[in-house]
């Protein structure tokens, strides 16, 4: 595999990645921290910071948007619930050194 192959499967892999979790808001992304260390935010920052390393032009905002697949004031709304007890004290937990 050459290094074009290689980015162009990666990039299949983020596209089906961010398919699948606009499929599925009801994984919420405390949910998402707790079981696997990441969630939307936190794909949304590495694709701000993969826009900076090439000195592209993107907002935070446009970051989100490509993950959420609108803008993340409208998907709160619809979307994100208050977090439970158990999931705050989760994740809590998980922010421990």
Same mark, same amino acid.
């Given at each position: 595999?050459?290094?074009?192959?290689?980015?162009?499967?990666?990039?299949?892999?983020?596209?089906?990645?961010?398919?699948?979790? $606009?499929? $599925?808001?009801?994984?919420?992304?405390?949910?998402?921290?707790?079981?696997?260390?990441?969630?939307?935010?936190?794909?949304?920052?590495?694709?701000?910071?993969?826009?900076?390393?090439?000195?592209?032009?993107? &907002?935070?905002?446009?970051? $989100?948007?490509?993950?959420?697949?609108?803008?993340?004031?409208?998907?709160?709304? $619809?979307?994100?619930?208050?977090?439970?007890?158990?999931?705050?004290?989760?994740?809590?937990? &998980?922010?421990?050194?």
């Amino acid at each position: 595999m050459n290094d074009q192959e290689r980015t162009e499967l990666e990039a299949a892999a983020f596209r089906r990645l961010v398919q699948h979790l $606009r499929s $599925r808001p009801d994984a919420q992304n405390i949910d998402l921290m707790n079981l696997a260390g990441f969630c939307r935010n936190c794909l949304s920052k590495w694709y701000k910071a993969a826009a900076d390393d090439l000195d592209i032009e993107v &907002s935070i905002d446009e970051a $989100r948007e490509e993950v959420y697949g609108m803008p993340y004031a409208e998907w709160k709304k $619809r979307y994100q619930k208050e977090a439970t007890p158990e999931q705050q004290a989760a994740f809590d937990k &998980s922010q421990k050194p």
